[in-house]
């Protein structure tokens, strides 16, 4: 066949940049390796990785790009490629550590480890837990409740068609009550031998309801970055998506900007009970809030059609001593032994800290790569001489130190972002709102375990400073997001498509929205904290009906006694009053009566004055707490009204103190 010059391009083939013709190349170029050379695989493995990536994006096809990598010119993106071209030439120098395999979870398995994560395990087992399932499901919203509904449904369905035996029927396990709430008969269903029935209560406390919860969400479709745009933190995001079922457009490609000033300026709605930080709970209400949290985030999308896809890591035995390549949670603990109260492995902070002292105001600040030799040294030299406390900082070069931070991060045998979150990670660039991005970045936050989170705020943290001294660094939020992004998506072990993230656009826009929007990120949504309570509520009325049925044969004289004194103490205490202890103060409590403008920075003002006349000296910073109750233990926001809280949680006690943590 001739073809006519026709002055226009012709197609002669076309090549798919899959994951198969990635393979069949790394298998055509690699050298043929032995059975026992074991170690040596791994390292190539580790190589491969970033070869691929290298290949493919160094030289970006237009095909099949999305638009928001179209968006971006190739300059633009140019430290991103100098980024992973460092870490590939870099891989030679790692040590060999194990690697660990990331695997695809099938749908029962999925199922079952999302029911167990979430607390809901006995619906699966039938075995109690020690928080009681029920008060989680009491708690649940309507989408909520759904998506457990809709987990079990799968899980029993497919556990069906693997085993004949039958699985226990959840309808088992709840069975009776005539509330119009919960399980059972006399729940709220439309077809009661079917499905299960669970509660829906919004939050009391949402002004202007879920209307204007939807007013918002698609007036932010637009992302109006010219205007500051209020957060409801009060309704449950998936509540906001779709209304009245009318579903909000809020799914597909988008533009990204580099610009700074593009990216739109929120604020959290300030509500009456304040706010609260994820350091101001206790780690057993943050344990609640993560069981919430993947609730939440799986029927936010849901309600936004995207599939919450979960890798599974298999686990291989990780060093337990050093500094590189060990798992943050034993970094922690180790360092525990010798720095009380460590939430942040000490040589992160330590890293972070010569930074913060030499290399702030240093033009090309983590774009400059240090030298490999040097940090392969300091590397050697740092595991041998950190705990001991004789290694020499001075001797560290800024670029070196920032060789080294971004090496800690790429070592760590499990990623920063978690292997099981990171496909949800990678979808929010499939949301095209800002604003319905950063409630999935939030629900994800809240999911991290505790010492992947508090790493993570520190390096935010500082990314935050270095992007501050821009003028003089000339490290724009886009520079730095470029540059931290292979470091934070890119791993060892990691076997899966580099396009996963949306290629490097999309990392690089998801770490721009860390950073940007991180003390956000980090607060405890409203809405959650009232669910918490009335779990905890739920869990105390059920664990009192079974003390009462068992001591009250036995100890009812004693008991009678006991609620006399109580009811004399309770009089004692007029309504309105609290009396707030501080056990390192000279005034050891105080009775304080409250009115509807009393806030915690009042009475932590009028502790202050109490005690200026104490001994001078060092004095800790102390807090306004509520302990107990229907919350294990939450620091006061200053703007707190207590009047509302006092209503809130009567039977909690008031504690003037120091954190803890």
């Not at 026709?6 to 170029?29: D, F």
């Not at 990314?463 to 470091?487: C, Q, T």
């Not at 390192?584 to 003002?605: F, G």
Request: proline share 5%.
């Amino acid at each position: 066949m001739e073809l006519k010059d026709s002055g226009s391009v012709v197609l002669t083939a076309y090549h798919p940049h899959t994951s198969s013709r990635t393979t069949a190349i790394e298998q055509t170029c690699a050298p043929p390796l032995s059975a026992g050379s074991s170690s040596l695989s791994r390292k190539v493995n580790y190589k491969k990785i970033f070869r691929m990536i290298s290949q493919e994006s160094l030289s970006p096809p237009s095909i099949g790009r999305s638009i928001s990598q179209e968006s971006l010119d190739s300059t633009s993106m140019e430290d991103y490629w100098s980024e992973v071209k460092s870490i590939e030439e870099g891989a030679d120098n790692t040590q060999e550590d194990q690697v660990f395999e990331v695997k695809s979870v099938d749908e029962s398995e999925q199922d079952e480890a999302w029911l167990n994560e979430t607390g809901l395990s006995m619906l699966v087992s039938g075995v109690p837990e020690k928080d009681c399932a029920e008060a989680l499901l009491s708690t649940l919203t309507r989408k909520q409740a759904a998506v457990v509904q809709k987990r079990l449904d799968n899980y029993t369905q497919t556990l069906r068609m693997k085993y004949k035996h039958p699985v226990r029927d959840v309808r088992d396990i709840f069975s009776g009550g005539d509330a119009p709430t919960g399980f059972g008969p006399g729940a709220e269903t439309t077809k009661p031998s079917k499905s299960i029935s669970l509660p829906f209560k919004l939050p009391l406390r949402v002004p202007g309801g879920l209307d204007t919860c939807t007013s918002n969400c698609q007036l932010n479709s637009k992302d109006n970055s010219l205007s500051t745009e209020e957060l409801n933190l009060e309704v449950p995001f998936s509540e906001c998506v779709s209304i009245n079922g009318k579903t909000i457009q809020c799914c597909g490609i988008h533009r990204i900007k580099r610009d700074e000033a593009t990216l739109p300026k929120f604020t959290v709605r300030k509500a009456r009970l304040g706010c609260t930080i994820i350091r101001d709970l206790s780690p057993q209400d943050m344990k609640k809030i993560a069981c919430l949290s993947l609730i939440e985030l799986t029927a936010y999308y849901d309600a936004l059609g995207i599939e919450l896809k979960r890798n599974r890591a298999v686990r291989v035995k990780a060093r337990e001593t050093g500094l590189f390549g060990v798992p943050l949670s034993t970094l922690i603990e180790n360092d525990q032994k010798k720095f009380p109260g460590s939430t942040v492995p000490q040589i992160f902070k330590k890293l972070l800290s010569r930074l913060e002292q030499t290399g702030l105001q240093t033009e090309g600040i983590l774009r400059i790569p240090g030298s490999a030799s040097r940090v392969k040294n300091l590397r050697q030299e740092l595991e041998a001489k950190f705990y001991d406390d004789t290694f020499n900082w001075d001797q560290v070069r800024h670029n070196d130190a920032a060789g080294l931070l971004k090496l800690f991060i790429r070592e760590l045998p499990y990623p920063l972002l978690t292997v099981e979150y990171l496909p949800a990670f990678a979808a929010v660039e499939n949301i095209s709102s800002s604003r319905l991005q950063l409630h999935a970045l939030h629900l994800l936050i809240m999911l991290l375990p505790e010492a992947h989170r508090n790493t993570l705020k520190a390096l935010l943290e500082f990314l935050s400073k270095v992007v501050a001294n821009e003028d003089k660094n000339r490290m724009s939020l886009w520079n730095v997001s470029m540059i931290v992004a292979p470091n934070l998506f890119m791993y060892k072990g990691k076997s899966t498509n580099p396009q996963e993230i949306q290629g490097s656009a999309g990392g690089t826009h998801l770490v721009r929205l860390l950073v940007k929007y991180q003390d956000i990120l980090w607060t405890v949504p409203l809405f959650m904290i009232d669910q918490v309570r009335k779990m905890n509520e739920a869990s105390a009325n059920k664990k009192q009906q079974t003390s009462d049925k068992t001591r009250r044969k036995f100890f009812q004289k004693w008991n009678a006694e006991r609620d006399k004194i109580e009811r004399t103490e309770q009089r004692e205490i007029p309504e309105g009053v609290i009396r707030v202890h501080a056990p390192l103060h000279a005034k050891v409590s105080m009775a304080i009566q409250l009115d509807s403008e009393t806030k915690a920075k009042d009475v932590v003002a009028r502790f202050d004055c109490e005690n200026s006349s104490a001994a001078s000296g060092s004095k800790q910073k102390q807090y306004l707490f509520e302990v107990g109750g229907n919350i294990g233990e939450r620091r006061l926001d200053p703007e707190t009204f207590l009047l509302d809280l006092y209503h809130v949680n009567p039977q909690c006690e008031w504690y003037f103190k120091p954190q803890t943590t």
